[in-house]
T-cell receptor, first 114, second 115 residues
Framework: QKEVEQNSGPLSVPEGAIASLNCTYSDRGSQSFFWYRQYSGKSPELIMS????GDKEDGRFTAQLNKASQYVSLLIRDSQPSDSATYLC??????????????FGQGTILTVHP | NAGVMQNPRHLVRRRGQEARLRCSPMKGHSHVYWYRQLPEEGLKFMVYLQKENIIDESGMPKERFSAEFPKEGPSILRIQQVVRGDSAAYFC?????????????FGQGTRLTVV
């Protein structure tokens, strides 16, 4: 089982809809999770971080964490064509000292069509 | 406040040559991480460094790859005797501190092409 697993998609939604991106993780000790957005040919850009169970909202983005189910998601409201990108879920190892050492999922390709 | 700076952005090397990739972390950041993204694959951790110390190199290939972060100057990822399979995007990330809420910010990457 992969440590961080995402639906590879691709996911296609119409403009204005809610895009829902999902991620599961295998290490129960994981405490923090990050969502990165990567446009084709570009570098990953951090868009959300979440450390506690529940929801965290930032503009059109909402991250949800459920530690009991080992599940983290990202909702994008009012999706725009400019949101079309690959979304990467990432988590550092539980315990240890290499917290910036992230394990990334394979990414979900999102396409928002006008 | 400049972000993570990587250079060169694009690097072409012939098989057998050496590739040197440089990374300057964000101001105030003392932790540097290198990742590799092979074509059509995900981001994979390679190495974690602090000034003058390699903290975790569990993702580094055993041969030909090395990394350093000297007291002065950028972090360097060095690939000796490059092969075609080394062609990839190499990203550097930096963070300001160490902890479970560490947020890492990525540079623009170096696209290495081995011909």
């Amino acid at each position: 089982q992969k440590e961080v697993e995402q639906n590879s998609g691709p996911l296609s939604v119409p403009e204005g809809a809610i895009a829902s991106l999902n991620c599961t993780y295998s290490d129960r000790g994981s405490q923090s999770f990050f969502w990165y957005r990567q446009y084709s040919g570009k570098s990953p850009e951090l868009i959300m971080s979440i450390y506690s169970n529940g929801d965290k909202e930032d503009g059109r983005f909402t991250a949800q964490l459920n530690k009991a189910s080992q599940y983290v998601s990202l909702l994008i409201r009012d999706s725009q064509p400019s949101d079309s990108a690959t979304y990467l879920c990432a988590a550092p190892p539980a315990g240890g000292t290499s917290y910036g050492k992230l394990t990334f999922g394979q990414g979900t390709i999102l396409t928002v069509h006008p | 406040n400049a972000g993570v700076m990587q250079n060169p952005r694009h690097l072409v090397r012939r098989r057998g040559q050496e590739a040197r990739l440089r990374c300057s972390p964000m101001k105030g950041h003392s932790h540097v991480y290198w990742y590799r993204q092979l074509p059509e694959e995900g981001l994979k951790f390679m190495v974690y460094l602090q000034k003058e110390n390699i903290i975790d190199e569990s993702g580094m290939p055993k041969e030909r790859f090395s990394a350093e972060f000297p007291k002065e100057g950028p972090s360097i990822l060095r690939i000796q005797q490059v092969v075609r399979g080394d062609s990839a995007a190499y990203f550097c990330a930096s963070s300001p501190l160490q902890g479970h809420d560490t947020e890492a910010f990525f540079g623009q990457g170096t696209r290495l092409t081995v011909v």
